[in-house]
């Protein structure tokens, strides 16, 4: 292992060479090595013609992360689980069909990292059929410069896979918290572990090197064996970075309390303001059982936890999330991905097996975009592609699913209280359509499966059946055909929907114990 610094990494890294990037927006990212980078091909026109792959997405949509690749000439190629938070530069390189891009779930692409590292041909995996990373409907392809096929719809032991050709990494790129003089990582003061060790294993795999970096270098031998998370017989170079760019999150420079080292009370939690976020996350756990291993997207489902809090029940969840983080209380808006309290944190590819494997009882998921036919887009609107994250493995094989948001978007205005919701003015953009844009979620093949799967919104409430979707809850106050019906480009099926419980639009509900037999 060599210490280098951060302006010798733009000669280490050839043209055309394929870059795995370590990190989840901010958390985990080695933004001073990109940083380094981008500044040695904008002073030397070199590396050219890169392509990078990322598990998640890379940036916080402003200064970090993939910003520091979208220069015409330096990249070719961009792989990833979610585009996000690659800013705006980037979004319009691969809008304007500048680059070449593609979007594939994020659990699969972390588990290519192993198989890389283990030199195995590929990928083979359930997850994604039927959705817009299914060569059958789009194969991840996220504009038309993206013409070569990097996922195959294949037939094996008489079922239909989609299958992964294991890429070839020359760099690996990735990010730990101390280093020792033979290049030994620990991981102790990120909040999660992701799949960095993966990640250097695959580039060694295939005879490219690996770069990371870290606050600080220590002595040999002062690490403990168990603290050390990626061997130093992997690492190659390491780079010593700027607290500035050594974030743990987009929000938070450090905070102890996000990484397991110190425990928070949990009525630190502030209750949720009563609105239209607030009437939809009560709405939404009462899809809670005692004892249900859940998963929490971003979004109005990020706040269940609040209102369990509130409830008193937070002692009958098992709250989860995709980086690997299990129990606690998962962190909101820009610390999303990370937990106060968290009873586990493991590799991500891990978690991810866990979910894939049917670990999860339910899932808490945002939605953009509905059909009749129950699916789901999250992932591309008006043509900007935004990207799928960890959202198809989820729910690919989540037992109950529970999609969550407002029933139209774009200048909502309600009134909330007394037990009753009012429409002061509708938004501008409807959510229940005809066709949604892309499909990031089946909802026939979800209800052939035998999933159960829910709709929730701040006026309605829908399920999905074997023949579409039945509109089976009403809010008090909202009338049927006036304020839900007419803001649908299908009519669902209506058979006798029963009104919302009154209490969820009050300042003080406390229903919630009752209902999970508390």
Not at 258 to 273: E, Y
Not at 312 to 328: F, R
Not at 353 to 358: A, I, L, N, S, T
Not at 363 to 387: E, I, M
Request: aromatic share 6%; glycine share 12%.
């Amino acid at each position: 292992m060599k210490v280098i610094r951060p302006e010798d990494v733009g000669a280490l890294i050839p043209d055309q060479a394929t870059v795995f990037l370590g990190g989840l927006a901010v958390t985990s990212l080695p933004e001073e090595v990109l940083l380094a980078l981008e500044r040695h091909y904008l002073d030397h026109g070199h590396p050219r013609q890169l392509t990078t792959w990322a598990c998640g997405a890379i940036g916080n949509s402003g200064q970090a992360g993939m910003k520091h690749f979208a220069h015409a000439g330096m990249i070719k190629r961009v792989v990833a689980g979610h585009f996000g938070q690659t800013g705006k530069e980037m979004m319009k390189m691969v809008f304007d069909g500048e680059v070449e891009a593609y979007n594939f779930p994020q659990g699969s692409l972390s588990h290519l990292t192993r198989q890389i590292a283990c030199r195995s041909p590929g990928l083979l995996t359930k997850v994604g059929l039927g959705t817009f990373v299914d060569p059958a409907l789009e194969g991840g392809k996220m504009n038309a410069r993206s013409t070569e096929d990097l996922v195959r719809r294949v037939r094996f032991e008489g079922d239909d896979w989609l299958y992964y050709p294991a890429p070839k990494i020359d760099v690996a790129i990735i990010r730990g918290t101390l280093a020792d003089e033979r290049g030994n990582i620990t991981l102790d003061k990120e909040g999660v572990l992701l799949e960095q060790l993966s990640i250097a294993q695959a580039a060694r795999a295939c005879g490219g090197i690996v770069i990371c970096q870290v606050e600080r270098i220590v002595q040999a031998g002062t690490l403990h064996p168990k603290a050390v998370k990626i061997p130093g017989v992997v690492v190659d170079y390491v780079v010593v970075g700027r607290p500035e760019h050594h974030m743990q999150t987009i929000a938070t420079q450090f905070d102890p309390a996000l990484c397991g080292d110190i425990r928070v009370p949990a009525d630190t939690l502030q209750p949720m303001a009563l609105d239209e976020r607030k009437v939809i996350a009560r709405r939404a756990a009462l899809e809670l059982t005692p004892g249900a291993i859940t998963n929490l997207g971003i979004g109005i489902p990020a706040g269940i936890p609040s209102v369990a809090a509130e409830e008193g029940v937070s002692d009958q969840l098992t709250l989860s999330i995709e980086s690997g983080v299990t129990g606690g209380i998962p962190a909101q808006l820009g610390d999303f991905g990370l937990a106060y309290n968290a009873e586990a944190i493991i590799e991500q590819s891990f978690q991810f097996d866990f979910y894939d494997g049917g670990g999860l009882d339910a899932s808490f998921l945002g939605l953009a975009q509905v059909d009749l036919q129950g699916n789901v887009n999250v992932s591309k609107f008006n043509g900007r592609p935004v990207g799928c994250g960890g959202f198809i493995n989820i729910t690919r094989s989540t037992k109950k699913l529970v999609f969550c948001g407002t029933f139209t978007a774009g200048g909502l205005q309600l009134a909330i209280g007394d037990g009753q919701l009012r429409i002061v003015q509708e938004g501008r953009s409807r959510k229940f359509i005809g066709q949604v844009e892309q499909i990031t979620f089946n909802g026939h093949d979800a209800a052939r499966r035998g999933q159960e799967v829910v709709f929730v919104t701040e006026r309605a409430v829908f399920h999905l059946r074997a023949d579409g979707l039945e509109l089976t809850e009403i809010a008090p106050g909202i009338d049927l055909e006036r304020d839900v019906l007419a803001h649908m480009d299908f009519r669902p099926i209506v058979r006798q929907p029963v009104t919302m419980d009154a209490g969820l639009f009050r300042d003080v509900w406390g229903g919630l114990r009752t209902a999970l037999g508390g």
